[in-house]
């Protein structure tokens, strides 16, 4: 419930600045909201099944890797701190005062027209683990390039849909995968190579050459717009 508040206010206050009718808005919550509740328990326990949720109790996992769960477990850990009693209010405390001392930061660093620390992405930074936060640093520098590079606010909108269309690829693939290790009961039931193979460096050239791909394609579509 506090999660789908945190988004409907977040979801509002973007519907604000493009001028979005509130009430279609609270539709379209409605309508994820009740979507969600048949797909993601679905694909929770999937995944649950497959690779298991660190902090959790990861029992008949196929995989011995399981998932980060980084917001699940501070949730978790504030809720149980709560209801037991043990909350460690010291550290609520510092992290309070850090969070004052950002948000004063920033504003200061904006009055003097100097480089902003948004405090929210300071938070994010310091809870979520490098793993994840390193690819959004990494996709935001090349986003500022692209949109450098190649200007214009069609050019802008199609990168955002790539990206999008990346990210929703990724995610979906990752569910498949894991409907196929438990369904073939295997660690890894798509491999075609042994674990001598250097797969991560392969990926790693294969996703950058696929960025060249999509860039030089993105560049001639934004040229035939303009």
Same mark, same amino acid.
């Given at each position: 419930?506090?999660c789908?508040?945190?988004?409907?206010? +977040?979801?509002?206050k973007?519907?604000?600045?493009?001028?979005?009718?509130?009430?279609? +808005?609270?539709?379209?919550?409605?309508a *994820?909201?009740?979507?969600?509740t048949?797909?993601?328990?679905?694909?929770?326990?999937?995944?649950?099944?497959?690779y *298991?949720?660190?902090g959790?109790a990861n029992?008949?996992?196929?995989?011995?890797?399981p998932?980060?769960?980084? +917001?699940?477990?501070?949730?978790?850990?504030l809720?149980? #701190?709560?209801?037991?009693g043990?909350?460690?209010?010291n550290?609520?405390?510092? #992290?309070?005062?850090?969070?004052?001392g950002i948000?004063l930061?920033?504003e200061?660093?904006?009055?003097a027209?100097?480089?902003r620390i948004p405090?929210?992405a300071?938070?994010?930074g310091?809870?979520?683990?490098m793993?994840?936060?390193?690819?959004?640093?990494?996709?935001?520098?090349?986003?500022?390039?692209?949109?450098?590079?190649?200007?214009g606010?069609?050019?802008?909108?199609?990168?955002?849909?790539?990206a999008s269309?990346?990210?929703?690829g990724?995610?979906?693939f990752g569910?498949?995968?894991?409907?196929?290790?438990?369904?073939?009961?295997?660690d890894?039931?798509?491999?075609i190579? *042994?674990?001598?193979f250097?797969?991560?460096?392969v990926?790693?050239? #294969?996703?950058?050459?696929?960025?060249?791909?999509?860039?030089?394609?993105?560049?001639?579509?934004? +040229?035939k717009?303009?």
């Amino acid at each position: 419930m506090a999660c789908s508040s945190n988004n409907n206010l +977040q979801d509002l206050k973007t519907g604000q600045l493009v001028s979005a009718t509130p009430w279609r +808005q609270q539709v379209a919550l409605l309508a *994820g909201v009740a979507a969600a509740t048949v797909t993601v328990p679905v694909v929770l326990n999937l995944l649950a099944q497959a690779y *298991g949720f660190a902090g959790a109790a990861n029992l008949h996992t196929v995989t011995s890797q399981p998932l980060a769960a980084p +917001q699940a477990n501070l949730m978790a850990a504030l809720a149980q #701190g709560v209801i037991g009693g043990k909350l460690n209010w010291n550290m609520i405390e510092i #992290g309070a005062a850090v969070g004052a001392g950002i948000v004063l930061l920033d504003e200061i660093l904006r009055m003097a027209k100097l480089l902003r620390i948004p405090p929210l992405a300071v938070g994010l930074g310091i809870y979520l683990p490098m793993e994840a936060t390193l690819p959004v640093v990494v996709g935001a520098v090349i986003g500022w390039l692209y949109n450098r590079s190649i200007r214009g606010e069609h050019a802008e909108r199609l990168g955002v849909l790539v990206a999008s269309g990346m990210i929703v690829g990724e995610s979906l693939f990752g569910v498949l995968n894991a409907g196929l290790i438990v369904g073939f009961n295997k660690d890894a039931p798509l491999a075609i190579v *042994g674990s001598s193979f250097p797969a991560d460096a392969v990926g790693v050239l #294969g996703f950058v050459g696929l960025i060249v791909l999509l860039y030089g394609w993105l560049k001639r579509r934004a +040229q035939k717009a303009t």
